[in-house]
């Protein structure tokens, strides 16, 4: 995408943002964190953190653990009409 832009705006394109879906929605969680209820510097959790974490709240197994955030994934994906992964 960066590259396309590049040769319709050769002047302009460092000036246009581009975003995924996702990393847009981060972008403005981070400008307005506040507004959000959250504090400034705030990260998204990485999958790895998030099985640990999951693992010492519900006193699971890394691999339980690991299993019940793919069954979330799955349930949460078939609600909005996604495929699962």
């Given at each position: ?50 099985i640990e ?33």
């Amino acid at each position: 995408m960066r590259e396309r832009l590049a040769r319709l705006l050769p002047d302009q394109h460092g000036q246009v943002a581009i975003h995924t879906f996702h990393s847009l929605g981060l972008a403005i969680l981070r400008e307005h964190a506040s507004a959000a209820g959250l504090d400034h510097g705030f990260r998204v959790a990485g999958e790895a953190e998030r099985i640990e974490l999951l693992a010492a709240t519900l006193e699971l197994s890394a691999h339980k653990a690991e299993r019940l955030l793919r069954a979330i994934s799955r349930r949460s994906a078939r609600r909005a009409g996604r495929a699962p992964r």
